[in-house]
């Protein structure tokens, strides 16, 4: 290790992460899949197992104590994100499951409400399954036609084909800001501009982004923008959508239920005020104020300091995967610093399966991803059936990306020696 490297993020950190500290098949735990999801720091777990000893009631509908400090927390990370975010006003931040909620809140509520035959929503062909398949649902209902926006030769978004899709049948625009396969972060900015000067609304996925990189929604000018709490050291079972408030207000309810009405009567019922016209039922309280906890654990770390340490591991794992034999990285690659491109790389080696590699890594500890990672159309396009993929986080060393490199070369060896 040299002297730079000791002082890293990482090492004042880690202690943070109890689950990272523990031996799998008898080796140090070297974790690399956060973009599946993330680890969680004790202040995370910790204001969960809080909630649920000390404050567990119902939000929003009792006058007793525990009721007041569940709605004061749950509120109160409400107010977190909008900051986090820099949301106009905290009514722009509606509790979802995940991203994959929020994005059908989206495409339910506006989508089939806004959308007629002919029209047109742009996406691009390396979206998750999560912003294809809502859009198609609707598409089919609406009679709206999908156009996907495709790839550079070196496999980043093609913003010049995006303009030349951009038409006046455009009524929609459904972008991933960092895509969890190719790696690449997409120009959202120019997007929008470009989108907003045809009168056309764009929805920013930004599961991969929020956890990495300070994201200011206003500076963006995203109308709405989704992610999800599990993959920014929060919990599973949370996630929001940001929606600028003018659209929400005008969008219909997504689902039906307590929590979400004014009045109801017989014959009807009246909504209730943003936020909660968007939140029926009981939502994830005590997620949600883990959520908070997590977004306080990544603003007292500085999410430029994390984005800055993590283009530093990017650059030192392209600099080790450059070594790897017969290795097929997908997406762009990042400048020698480390810059335009997200800490995860999707891989295939010539001739072994992802999933084989993968079951390799683990025993020896080594915990990476592999399959189609929600991107099949994506790997379609590489006429690859899936990949393997390494991806990290501000938790992650020098010396893991090391090990892994070093133990990938070994299983490369193995299967090329048994392969002959
Ligand atoms: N990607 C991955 O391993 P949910 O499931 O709703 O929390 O997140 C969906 C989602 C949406 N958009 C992007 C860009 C994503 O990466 C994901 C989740 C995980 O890459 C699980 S497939």
Redesign the pocket.
Known sequence: MTAIQEKTLASEIRADFPILHQEIHGKPLIYLDS??TSQKPLAVLDALSHYYEKDNANVHRGAHSLSIRATEGYEGSRDKLAKFVNAASRQEIIFTR????AINLVAYSWGLNHLQPGDEIITSVME?H??FVPWQIIAKQTGAVIKYVPLTENEDFDLEEFKALLSEKTKLVAL?H????LGCINPVEEVIQLAHEKGVKVLV?A??SVPHMAIDVQKMDCDWLVA?G??MCGPSGV?FLYGKQAILEEMPPFLGGGEMINEVFFDGFTCGELPHKFEAGTPAIGEAIALGAAVDYLTSIGMDKIHDYEQELTAHLFKKLAEVPNIRVYGPLPSKEGKGRASLAAFNVEGIHGSDLSTLLDQEGIAI?SGH??TQPLHRLFEASGSA?VSLHFYNTYEEIDQFVKILKETIDFFTNIMG
């Open positions: 973009a599946a995940n991203a994959t909620e998750h999560s912003n991933v960092v895509s969890n396969t996925d599961c991969q999800s599990h993959k996630g991803r990672h929600c993929r």
